[in-house]
């Protein structure tokens, strides 16, 4: 199963993002080491790195795939009540909780229901080493019913307090709803372990909505300075990258820098007061699907960086948000396939997880 290869990356293109002129294109020599963790998946949805230096991996219609530190592979399928693996939908993401070192437990998002009334859940369990869940209960759910199979968001990330966000998607065919804060939709929310909402929301009215205005927010990510930064999909063209407020609108579908799949135009303002503007723009659309905070020196270049992988790109890209504009750089450009989520290591090392029926978990390596 495992297998090497040494390449050499000759370059990484370097551009400025969004509306800024473009910059000047670099190149940068950066050495690796790739080799294959497991493949064989079918449509994978996300990575878990484990303290242990275990990997987690959980695939669409509810099963985990557990790869050991001898690659040992191990398998668990969860009894998710009304499991709605259908479309985008399906187990979406797993989080290790703030109780995971006493007793493994984890977070977990889906979309349950059926086709004509479906949602995102969140639950939560203890896994074992033999890669099961255990003590599984229901966290929360998302209020609003949607008859669409696609736009669900379902990514998570912990705060401190033992609270959590949620990204929760427009449903494609209720974007209205982004801007109405009575509903769930095209919103992050934010809630504690015990499913309950914060003590201190800033819409005491919507006591569970963190921010608004959004259309399918994926990657969600905390970084060294505090600041969260979130990714969305646009429609064609206006893939977003924004610094995450408590209280702060993001425009969706009143701004967006995207139009209509037809065509259409979906709104005539790029620009709108008491809306957020984000950080990067993506026209043409990257479909960016997940995102990781490169805290390593293994690999010089990319330390400090954000990595995102891309759907519709077939690449990897690193954005340097010390830089005004900020810039992005395309890592491993050999690389020619959807990529569904990226996470970094122990040792620095960069695993990305590409996507579809037959999708592997690879490893990038430094080998200096």
Known sequence: MMRIVVLFAAFLFLYSVGAAPQAEVTEQPL????????????????????????????????ELVCVDTDSTIKTHKLTLPDLYAQGQGGLLDIELSSDFLSHGQVLMTYSKGTKSNNGIAVVKGNLHKDCSISALETVFAVSDDKDTPVHYGGKLLPLADNEWLVTIGDGFDYREKAQVLTSQLGKVLRFNEAGQPSATPPFPQAPYVY?????????????????????????DGGDEVNVLRAGANYGWPVVTLGTDYSGASISPFKHYKGMVNPIVDWTPSIAPSSMAYYHSDSFGALTGKVLVTALKA??????????SPVVQRRVFPHLNERLRDVAVGQNGSIYILTDGNDASLIRFSSPM
Request: aromatic letters at 8%; proline letters at 7%; charged letters at 20%.
């Open 31 to 62: 050495p690796f080491t790739q080799s294959l963790v497991v493949d064989k998946l079918a449509y994978p949805k996300a990575i878990l790195s484990l303290q242990d230096g275990r990997w987690v991996i959980a695939l669409r219609d509810g």
């Open 211 to 235: 921010s608004y205005g959004h259309r399918n927010p994926q990657g969600i990510i905390s970084l060294p300075s505090g600041k969260i930064l979130l990714h969305e999909h646009g429609p």
């Open 314 to 323: 077939k690449a990897l890209y690193s954005l340097d948000l010390s830089a």
